[in-house]
């Protein structure tokens, strides 16, 4: 019998995701072909428009991740937390420190990670059965503030660099992007791909229906018979596990752990990556992952100290116009823009009479 995976419904529901992945995992070849550069080169990690245009797709595939990680909490649970810069935080810096300090290898740091994002979770959801809503976005919010003021302290300069960022991080050779930027490049693309399947295989689970229903009524579900904490903390495990992942990549992909990752301010860009994409739909946090660090680029680029003016301007277009998201909005106007279809091809005499 053929797995869930492998069956033909599967494969035509996701015809659209599997599309992309494959545009996706052939575009450095087309971006070389049109540069002019052949590719051998391009394979061989040599400097060209495909190599960058690989590392920005890498940050979108870290920013992906990450945003994903804070959806679960915010979009899917319904927990406010303005902590969740401290998940992402502690997987960059802990990898860093794995890598430069302790010599450790890529399996043993992951287990690390794993193993953190646990505590983390624990850490944060000892205060779940006492508070919510906004209380506990301010605790999670002190939690997060005190590791930010840590990774800054000088006693910690050997091992955090202290208010510099930790540098001079070198990966190990199998995921160098310095010179294996294309294989660097696949394994994020693939593990993006696999904690966005995981992630909706959770939210279609019984557990994640009852991370619904917490976000939509809590008090209900609590009259329903469930102990709504304990799928609050597997949504928070889930999440900090994630956003722990997404920092080994930043690590490893960028050459300094800066402290502005521990801030608030990182927090808020995967809030407003989710609100640009959708809150709650999972896939509206890889979209508006992908539309948040192209836009930066671009405005940077065309801009430069003007940038993040214009990039407030269109957060407040895109709250004014598309008010559910990028994908949210599609979502609530798709049965609209079927029946809109629909009267275009029968005007032309394309559509099936009624």
């Known amino acids: 019998m053929m797995t869930q995976l492998s069956s033909p419904n599967w494969l035509k529901a996701n015809r659209g995701l599997i599309g992309l992945l494959i545009f996706l995992a052939a575009f450095p070849f087309l971006a070389a072909l049109i540069d002019g550069q052949p590719i051998t080169d391009m394979l061989a990690n040599e400097t060209g428009i495909a190599k960058f245009l690989q590392g920005l797709l890498i940050e979108v595939f870290i920013l992906a991740i990450y945003a994903i990680s804070y959806d679960l909490v915010l979009g899917i649970t319904g927990l406010l937390s303005f902590g969740h810069a401290m998940f992402f935080a502690v997987g960059a810096y802990f990898t860093g420190i794995a890598f430069k300090n302790l010599e450790w290898g890529i399996g043993l740091t992951l287990l690390g990670l794993v193993g953190l994002g646990v505590i983390q979770a624990i850490l944060f959801g000892l205060v779940l059965p006492r508070v919510k809503g906004i209380t506990f976005a301010l605790v999670t919010l002190g939690i997060a503030s005190m590791f930010h003021i840590i990774v800054q302290a000088g006693e910690l300069a050997e091992w955090t660099g ?5 540098q001079g991080v070198t990966a190990p050779a199998l995921i160098n992007t310095a010179s294996e930027r294309f294989r660097l490049y696949l394994i994020t693309l693939a593990v993006t791909t696999l904690v966005y399947l995981v992630y909706r295989r959770f ?18 579900a609590l009259m329903l018979g469930y102990n709504t904490f304990y799928f609050k903390m597997a949504a928070l495990t889930l999440s900090s596990i994630t956003a722990a992942l997404a920092g080994f990549f930043h690590t490893v992909h960028q ?3 800066s402290p502005n990752v521990a801030g608030l301010g990182w927090t808020v860009a995967a809030l407003l990556i989710i609100l640009m994409g959708g809150v709650g739909t999972l896939s509206g946090a890889m979209i508006g992952a992908a539309v948040f660090r192209l836009l930066e680029f671009f405005l940077d680029k065309q801009f430069g100290e003007n940038a993040n003016f214009l990039l407030g301007v269109i957060y407040v277009l895109l709250v004014l116009f598309l ?6 909005t599609w979502r609530a106007k798709s049965l609209q823009i ?12 394309l559509g099936q009479k009624t």
């Not at 079927?338 to 005499?349: I, S, T």
């Open 323 to 328: 008010p559910f998201g990028i994908v949210g």
């Open 203 to 220: 939210v279609d689970s019984p557990t994640g229906r009852v991370c619904i229903a917490i976000r939509e009524n809590e008090d209900r």
């Open 162 to 166: 202290a208010d510099v960022g930790l």
């Open 338 to 349: 079927r029946q809109g279809r629909e009267w275009l091809l029968q005007l032309l005499g």
């Open 255 to 257: 050459p300094i752990v």
